[in-house]
């Protein structure tokens, strides 16, 4: 799927971290680990809430829903309430 395809490009990024782990033992930042782990979290919740979906219409406001949008009260974006995608996690700075 999609989802998977970039789930491999962005581990992809980091799988050096796992080979040098493997090669000479040298531990992987914390962030890069929880950024290996979260890629992973989010593919299965983006696959699972499109699963979900029973009509084409449900299918397309899920994927066309912003993960997030401006309250205008507190003047600050926030996380949809509505069904969204999660967003990919941010790639970790340690590279």
């Known amino acids: 799927s999609e989802y998977r395809r970039t789930a491999g490009t962005l581990l992809g ?3 050096w971290y796992v080979t040098r ?10 962030d890069v ?9 989010v593919c ?6 499109i699963l979900e979906c029973t009509t084409t219409a449900q299918l397309e ?12 009260e507190l003047e600050v974006s926030v996380e949809n309430p509505e069904a969204h995608l ?3 996690p941010t790639q970790p700075v340690s590279e």
């Not at 782990?21 to 914390?30: A, N, S, V």
């Not at 299965?44 to 809430?49: E, G």
Request: charged letters at 35%; one cysteine or more.
């Open 13 to 15: 990024n980091t799988d």
């Open 21 to 30: 782990k493997l090669d000479i033992g040298t531990e992987i930042p914390e």
């Open 33 to 41: 680990a929880a950024f290996r782990v979260a890629v992973r979290e």
């Open 44 to 49: 299965d919740l983006r696959i699972a809430a």
């Open 61 to 72: 406001t899920l994927c066309k829903a912003p993960a997030t949008i401006y309250d205008e």
């Open 86 to 88: 999660p967003e990919w």
